[in-house]
């Protein structure tokens, strides 16, 4: 009995004791500073400004022989660095003006297979020049870098960092647009003024028929409107048939697809088929099946995964049940909760 009550006194040490180590478990990211100063800038002042939801998720890595777990998390705050880097892009050549960067999204992760290893970079981000006026636009980037690599997580912090300094360098040298204006509420809540330009997201009533890309979604302009849909008991479309050439009804597969509309409700079209999608504050949601472990094709949709903090600590690839928002940028499905599956 006193050996039994010892041996588990040191396993709930030792549970406690990897439960702090993966706690501290940490990677900085710090942004490279450039190489050569940008001359001519028409701004010497920089403001950043966070617009992303969730400030301390940046994703995560794998370090070392063992491919240790680690939260990417910066010692020095991400806006410090980027007003550093702005310091010393210009030279004494730089005009009177305040260039603004608005953060978005950036993020890190990490898939690793038997013999190599692919890094992904997602970078969403705007540029302002901040005038008595308001807030006039410089330019945006939302992109996906790919790296590849045997160990991939210093590769993919330069590129990071790379995409950064790229970004501000060719934007401190561009003249505003004279002809749009923000303020800062707008600056902030740029997604909201982002979806006023989207007629699926200004609309109760949605257009029947079959869409093959998220674009013609978004203008609710479907390719296909004589589709043969048949749904399933839970009178959900199960089957999707066109006619092909020969005249003949052909089946298409779901992930052929992007989305459909059907008796008047939309639904998104995945590898693992139609789900119904669920319009709230002012953006559209749904419940479906995604791998644990994202693959290439699943990472280039924009940001399959980075929706999630921990969404690649699992190791296997078996399918689960989330909780999941369409962006409304480049359609991508970002993971908000996985949804448990009861024991049967």
Do not use: W
Request: net charge positive; proline share 4%; with cysteine.
């Amino acid at each position: 009995m006193y050996l039994s009550c010892k041996l588990m006194a040191v396993a709930i040490c030792l549970l406690c004791t990897l439960a702090a180590n993966s706690q501290r478990h940490k990677e900085d990211f710090s942004i490279v500073p450039p190489e050569q100063k940008v001359a001519n800038s028409l701004y010497n002042h920089c403001r950043f400004i966070d617009g992303r939801r969730d400030t301390a998720d940046m994703g995560i890595v794998q370090l070392g022989a063992f491919n240790r777990k680690a939260r990417v998390q910066p010692e020095k705050p991400i806006g410090q660095q980027v007003q550093t880097v702005f310091d010393q892009l210009i030279d004494s050549s730089a005009k009177e003006g305040e260039f603004v960067f608005l953060l978005r999204n950036l993020s890190f992760a990490e898939v690793t297979k038997a013999t190599s290893e692919k890094g992904y970079v997602y970078l969403r981000a705007n540029a302002f020049a901040q005038t008595a006026e308001g807030y006039k636009p410089l330019g945006r980037i939302d992109t996906v870098v790919l790296v590849k690599s045997f160990d991939v997580t210093r590769a993919m912090f330069r590129r990071g960092s790379k995409a950064i300094t790229e970004f501000i360098g060719q934007h401190m040298v561009q003249t505003p647009d004279s002809g749009l204006l923000y303020n800062l509420a707008e600056v902030m809540a740029l997604d909201s003024l982002e979806k006023r330009q989207l007629p699926v997201y200004n609309t109760v009533t949605y257009t029947e028929g079959v869409y093959k890309s998220f674009a013609a979604f978004l203008q609710q302009q479907p390719e296909i409107t004589n589709a043969a849909i048949k749904v399933n008991k839970e009178a959900v479309p199960a089957t999707v048939k066109i006619m092909n050439e020969a005249g003949k009804q052909e089946k298409i597969k779901s992930k052929e697809l992007y989305a459909l509309v059907y008796q008047g409700k939309p639904y998104i079209a995945t590898d693992y088929g139609y789900y119904p999608l669920e319009k709230k504050e002012d953006d559209f949601y749904f419940t479906g099946k995604a791998k644990v472990n994202a693959n290439s094709g699943d990472i280039m949709m924009a940001s399959f995964f980075f929706g999630i903090i921990g969404g690649l600590l699992a190791s296997s690839g078996h399918d689960a049940l989330f909780y999941m928002k369409v962006d409304h940028v480049g359609g991508g499905f970002v993971r908000i909760r996985e949804i448990p599956v009861p024991v049967q």
